[in-house]
């Protein structure tokens, strides 16, 4: 009756990278046809005080890469949020697919244990066990981010449904 | 290296429908607080062809209410989709709650291998293991509709942040 945390995290992940990919790359092809500045999509926010997309996009990456690899032990690689197009975001999210298929599934051995310390160093640290910090906190982090890259886009009126955001599985 | 299926499934609905519960008591009391109709929150969409917020919310309690279900062997009851105010919706989520809280943690041994048919009846159907029904369609489907109420709610002026939908964890 149970699951490995490999299992767990790196293929989720994985799926919702790829449905992302696809949503901005139907976004951009949107763009392109119309005659839309890229940058009014890039820039795009559901209310003044959210994030625009080119950040939904880079902090889905943040997570998805940095759940994944703190679980398996890895070091987790800085990304530098310097994008500024599609295909730099393109590029982000495909990096981030290459360092999480390159976790090894053992490497999340007794992971569900390890002691995770979010935010370190800031006056919010705490210490969550591993099973926590994928299912409480990492991925409503990571679907929160990628739905509200969704959402951005579907307002904006982009051709997407709920079966791109699924992606494949 | 693993964890179970009940722990990967009941306490992350809960978490989520908690921090859901709480932010509909925010846009209630906002919209009574602005002497705004609640019909303006509850009907609200992102784009035209989106469903409604109380749609949103229906369809998060069917996701967390089947799939849990689903996994552990229990009937799944009907619900049936009258809900019109943010006191109806407050009882779909609470009956929704109390179900899944019904659950054994036992009754989830083995449904990671548990054969889950989707859309029975119909030409989509397709049938798929308890593990993937969990992780690939079950969790993204709820966190797809909590994270659009959300943002909905956001994109109409409700003073909700990150940490009210991250809930309690």
Partial sequence: MTI???????PVFKQLLG????????AEAHAAQKNIDPNALLQARLFPDMLPLVRQVQIACDFAKSVPARLA???????????????EL???IAKTVALIDGLDAAQFAGSEERQIVLRPGTPKERTIGGQAYLLS????????????????????????GKKDFM???
């Fill in 73 to 87: 032990g890895a070091d987790v690689p800085a990304y530098e949020d310097t994008e500024q197009t599609f295909a």
């Fill in 90 to 92: 393109q590029a982000r």
């Fill in 19 to 26: 449905s992302l990919a696809d949503i901005l790359a139907k």
């Fill in 167 to 169: 992606g494949a599985f």
């Fill in 4 to 10: 490995s945390m490999h299992a767990a995290s790196v």
């Fill in 137 to 160: 906190y990492g991925l409503p982090q990571f679907f929160f981010h990628v739905t509200t890259a969704y959402a951005l886009l579907r307002h904006n009126g982009i051709e997407i």
